[in-house]
């Protein structure tokens, strides 16, 4: 089983809708946050999306509310680890697909 590994991260606060600031990965699944298979779908330097909060830049309607999650989406991400029963990480070529089975996400406050 691949693992993602770790991504530097930073996340702003309230005042910057919590945009997430990813800077390097390591890891053997790769890069579906910053890389990704579609540039327009990278999460990194965009805003915490919600159902009830539209901070994406699809411009054909919220991608929080058509999947019912919250991430940081660009237009419908590649990479949404809490959409439905599984995950989804995509780094290469092909539709994206649904295939992750385990993830967590932990972050450290300073």
């Keep these: 089983m691949a693992q993602v ?26 890069d579906a946050i910053a890389g990704g298979l579609y540039s327009v779908g990278n999460s990194n330097g965009h805003m915490f999306s919600t159902p009830d909060s539209d901070n994406d830049i699809h411009a054909d309607g919220s991608c929080a509310a058509y999947s019912q999650i919250g991430w940081w989406f660009a237009a419908c991400s590649t990479s949404s680890l809490n959409i ?27």
């Design 84 to 110: 439905g029963p599984i995950g989804r990480w995509v780094t290469d070529g092909g539709e994206p697909t649904r295939d992750v089975e385990v993830s967590h996400m932990l972050l450290k406050l300073n």
């Design 5 to 30: 590994g770790h991504f530097p991260t930073t996340i702003s606060d309230g005042a910057g809708k919590y945009r997430l600031m990813v800077a390097g990965y390591s890891g053997d699944a790769g």
